[in-house]
């Protein structure tokens, strides 16, 4: 079935799906949900409702699973509040975590299982963070492959706060161009409002952003960045073929790679230094989406 919705949305890129809850709940998607949430690393942990997916012995999960399944197709399932908890980062900081409920982490990944497959189908061949059969090291070799070839002025951005400031509207609008279904609509919309219980007890709305930790929220995030990637490739499709961009080049102009990995990225630019620090607006050094602009040689970028 992600083959066909891939398939389907590849081939037609303005097509709209409206016909997507019964999969949500489908026994078959609800069975491969429950083993990635079983199976993943934040398995042992337990959300407010207290329960860690791994506690659930085998002979519960048929019964588990076909409540669920019931809750969802009749309208009855609610997401729940996250539990927040932070972790410390390496630089010190701290990066706070929102812990799903069971129920909601599996209808999460059923959810992600129905909707990843559309996405992807337009989502720009520069972003690596997040999608399937793509790592880090991909996005670091095609970096490499640029600044080989001249694109040595580096913009260097990190998108600050990305999770908690993603604005719902602007992200459901983005959402909508694919998908039509209203009860999904709803289900992401619900995800997106649950709130937060905070560590110090105190239970919070969300009015933006989507919790780092929720399964779903690594392609909502990807959904909603993808402008930055449509931008840039828009600007590198338009340059036309390697002979029309090598053309421009010698006349003078820059061109421009976007390489994003969730929610940091750089534009490898192959021009002036001002050609890359034009990208901000501004010659200083830091702003508010901390970005740097700098100069590599090849043999730097070789050994990075």
């Given at each position: 079935?992600?083959?066909?919705?891939?398939?389907?949305a590849?081939?037609e890129?303005?097509?709209?799906?409206?016909?997507?809850?019964?999969?949500?709940?489908d026994?078959?998607?609800l069975?491969?949900?429950?083993?990635r949430?079983?199976?993943?690393?934040?398995?042992?942990?337990?959300?407010?409702?207290?329960?860690a997916?791994?506690?659930?012995?085998?002979?519960?999960?048929s019964?588990m699973?076909?409540?669920?399944?019931?809750?969802?197709?009749?309208?009855?399932?609610v997401?729940?509040?996250v539990?927040?908890?932070?972790?410390?980062?390496?630089?010190?900081?701290?990066?706070?975590?929102?812990?799903?409920?069971?129920?909601?982490?599996?209808?999460?990944?059923?959810?992600?299982?129905?909707?990843?497959?559309?996405?992807?189908?337009d989502?720009?061949?520069?972003?690596?963070?997040?999608?399937?059969?793509?790592?880090?090291?991909d996005a670091?070799?095609e970096?490499?492959?640029?600044?080989?070839?001249?694109?040595?002025?580096?913009?260097?951005?990190?998108?600050?706060?990305?999770?908690?400031?993603?604005?719902h509207?602007?992200?459901?609008?983005?959402?909508r161009?694919?998908?039509?279904?209203k009860?999904?609509?709803?289900?992401?919309?619900g995800?997106?409002?649950?709130?937060?219980?905070?560590?110090d007890?105190?239970?919070?709305?969300?009015?933006?952003?989507?919790?780092?930790?929720?399964?779903?929220?690594?392609?909502?995030?990807?959904?909603?960045l993808?402008?930055?990637?449509?931008?840039?490739?828009?600007?590198?499709?338009?340059?036309?073929?390697?002979?029309?961009?090598?053309?421009?080049?010698?006349a003078?102009?820059?061109?421009?790679?976007?390489v994003?990995?969730a929610?940091?990225?750089?534009?490898?630019?192959r021009?002036?230094?001002?050609?890359?620090?034009?990208l901000?607006?501004?010659?200083?050094?830091?702003?508010?989406?901390?970005?740097?602009?700098?100069?590599?040689?090849?043999?730097?970028?070789?050994?990075?």
């Amino acid at each position: 079935m992600q083959t066909k919705l891939h398939r389907w949305a590849t081939g037609e890129p303005a097509r709209r799906f409206d016909d997507l809850f019964n999969l949500v709940y489908d026994p078959a998607f609800l069975v491969a949900a429950w083993n990635r949430v079983q199976g993943n690393k934040g398995g042992r942990t337990a959300g407010v409702d207290g329960i860690a997916p791994r506690s659930i012995t085998p002979d519960r999960v048929s019964g588990m699973l076909t409540d669920l399944r019931e809750s969802v197709k009749n309208g009855q399932f609610v997401p729940e509040r996250v539990r927040q908890k932070s972790i410390p980062k390496a630089n010190g900081k701290v990066r706070k975590l929102g812990i799903p409920t069971m129920t909601d982490r599996i209808v999460q990944a059923s959810l992600k299982l129905v909707l990843e497959p559309i996405f992807e189908a337009d989502f720009v061949p520069s972003s690596y963070g997040f999608r399937p059969r793509r790592r880090a090291q991909d996005a670091i070799a095609e970096i490499h492959f640029y600044a080989s070839r001249g694109y040595v002025q580096v913009f260097e951005a990190d998108i600050t706060a990305c999770f908690d400031e993603i604005d719902h509207d602007a992200l459901m609008q983005r959402v909508r161009a694919r998908v039509v279904d209203k009860r999904v609509l709803r289900l992401i919309r619900g995800f997106l409002k649950a709130g937060v219980l905070s560590e110090d007890g105190v239970n919070r709305d969300t009015f933006t952003g989507t919790p780092q930790g929720g399964i779903l929220s690594p392609l909502l995030a990807n959904i909603a960045l993808s402008v930055v990637d449509e931008h840039f490739q828009r600007k590198w499709d338009a340059l036309g073929p390697q002979w029309s961009r090598t053309k421009h080049q010698r006349a003078g102009g820059a061109t421009m790679k976007l390489v994003r990995y969730a929610d940091d990225f750089v534009v490898l630019v192959r021009g002036t230094r001002e050609d890359a620090e034009a990208l901000s607006g501004t010659k200083s050094p830091v702003c508010s989406t901390r970005w740097a602009c700098a100069s590599r040689s090849r043999r730097r970028w070789s050994r990075t």
